[in-house]
């Protein structure tokens, strides 16, 4: 399969967050999507049914959210830029898909519209899935968008960091974004960048399949073109060759995780908002930037220094910038929308550097403005 170049609709729209996830994933060349119909991710899949035929791509609706992921393996192994959604409760059941995935080093993009348990309503409570859902060892990316023109531009970095780092890429969605409307600016397709996986320079007779440096993912050949190649999940040797080792073992999965945070600079990335003097910080990120950003404008009126560090990628963990951040001010505010989750992470890097306290809202709605900037005042005392 030769991967398409992205086409997609351009100039300046009204849209659903959701659409706007399939029009990023068609800029960035996605020809298969596979899903099983969850709300409130169903926009997506009915988009990409009505779209994908148009475009040359195929579209499959598994028989439920299993089938649907390994599907994704397959039609990547192919040569497809390939993509699933889901909604909280099918991303549970896709996680066996995804460390397959892992270890056989098969990329594809899947986006997760995280809601509360059994309805539909607004919550970030799947933050540590994304990183620990997948059994055995793995150094996951997930992107974390907060509005629709993110949606877009995330789905769009998600590919290209699946075909870089030849990974599985998630999107950390939310019912809110995905279900809102808002300005989307689409670029022509010639100002959108778009990365091809790499193929291999030697002929089948003396290719080695799993051979790379240890932060480097190594070329990946399409079925269909000659490489007779084992993807399995079971530990192998750089000849795709299944035979149990601890050394081989070892190497395997220190490569895997590696060649992610080797590159953290090229993969984290973090927005500041009135950080510059700021002695009180809120750390959050998806749709829960949205107020907090607010409530710092609120603050800053009332003589209040604050200012927020919005993550867009959560895993890998920010690091460097929490820990700079835990230098600078006096305290952080973490803002989720879930019982507080990720604020451990922020603890782990920034406990000695300055007190790190929960903002946490399980509601099944976002946090307003006020409430956060009550939070900030409080902080203050």
């Known amino acids: 399969m030769t991967p398409r170049r992205g086409n997609h609709q351009t ?91 892992v270890a056989a080093e098969i990329p594809m993009v899947i986006v997760n519209v995280m809601r509360c348990r059994g309805e539909n309503y607004a919550t970030q409570s799947d933050v540590m899935q994304f990183r620990w859902g997948a059994s055995g060892d793995h150094a996951h990316i997930v992107l974390a968008p907060s509005s629709v023109q993110e949606l877009f531009d995330y789905t769009i970095r998600a590919f290209n960091l699946a075909e870089k780092y030849r990974t599985p890429v998630m999107v950390m969605s939310e019912t809110t974004i995905a279900l809102m409307r808002e300005k989307l600016v689409i670029p022509p397709p010639d100002r959108i960048e778009t990365v091809i996986r790499k193929k291999p320079a030697d002929p089948p007779s003396v290719f080695v399949p799993f051979k790379a440096a240890e932060d480097t993912a190594p070329p990946l050949p399409a079925f269909g073109e000659g490489y007779r190649i084992l993807h399995s999940l079971n530990p192998h040797d750089e000849n795709g060759a299944i035979a149990w080792s601890p050394d081989v073992f070892e190497s395997l999965y220190r490569r895997i995780t ?124």
């Open 11 to 101: 100039g300046i729209h009204f849209m659903l967050g959701n659409h706007a996830v399939v029009e990023g994933a068609l800029a960035a060349g996605c020809d298969f999507f596979a899903g099983y119909p969850i709300t409130p991710a169903n926009e997506i899949a009915q988009h990409m049914a009505q779209r994908m035929p148009r475009e040359g791509g195929v579209f499959f609706q598994g028989e439920d959210e299993l089938c649907s992921i390994f599907a994704l393996s397959g039609a990547s192994l192919c040569g497809a830029k390939a993509m699933t959604a889901t909604a909280s409760a099918g991303f549970n059941y896709m996680q066996e898909g995804i460390g397959y995935a």
């Open 258 to 381: 590696h060649k992610i945070t080797a590159h953290y600079d090229a993969i984290v990335r973090t927005a500041d908002f009135y950080l510059d003097d700021a002695d009180i910080a809120l750390v959050a990120y998806g749709s829960e930037a949205r107020p907090a950003r607010q409530a710092v404008r609120m603050a800053r009126e009332k003589g209040i220094k604050a200012g927020v560090l919005k993550l867009d990628t959560v895993w890998p963990v920010p690091e460097k910038q929490l820990a700079d951040l835990s230098r600078q001010v006096d305290c952080i505010l973490a803002v989720e929308m879930n019982t507080g989750k990720y604020v451990n992470e922020i603890r782990r890097v920034c406990t000695g550097n300055c007190a790190v306290y929960p903002v946490t809202k399980n509601r099944g709605e976002i946090h307003t403005t006020a409430e956060i900037f009550r939070a900030v005042a409080e902080a203050k005392k």
